[in-house]
Nanobody
Framework: QVQVVESGGGLVQTGGSLRLACAAS????????MGWFRQAPGKEREFVAA????????YYADSVKGRFAISRDNAKNTVYLQMNSLKPEDTAVYYC???????????????WGQGTQVTVSS
């Protein structure tokens, strides 16, 4: 089992940057693909980015491609989401998740964090 805890959220102006971090417990971190999802008020949880177990492959939602970058450090059991050129529509609670499969479906991920709020002001 894996426990994940997100950090790094906050309030930022349009065009600004934030880096989210997700720290995972356990010695099997490198056995999991990792994903970032987000959920805005009144909307369903949506895929943002995912990275393979060793970090060799990454996938992004079209809405963040070119602005966000996912990375991982298996030695530190941590995955990151660098968010640049932020827009008000990026405002949401951001969730980190660990799963056995790599992809954009919520159902692929077994373990979820509590989320961190990101607010982008216009």
């Amino acid at each position: 089992q894996v426990q994940v805890v997100e950090s790094g959220g906050g309030l930022v102006q349009t065009g600004g940057s934030l880096r989210l971090a997700c720290a995972a417990s356990g010695r099997t971190f490198s056995s999991y693909a990792m994903g970032w999802f987000r959920q805005a008020p009144g909307k369903e949880r949506e895929f943002v980015a995912a990275i393979s177990k060793r970090g060799g492959s990454a996938y992004y939602a079209d809405s963040v491609k070119g602005r966000f970058a996912i990375s991982r450090d298996n030695a530190k059991n941590t995955v990151y989401l660098q968010m640049n050129s932020l827009k008000p529509e990026d405002t949401a609670v951001y969730y980190c998740a660990a799963g056995r499969g790599l992809g954009n479906a919520v159902g692929l991920y077994d373990y979820w964090g509590q989320g961190t709020q990101v607010t982008v002001s216009s």
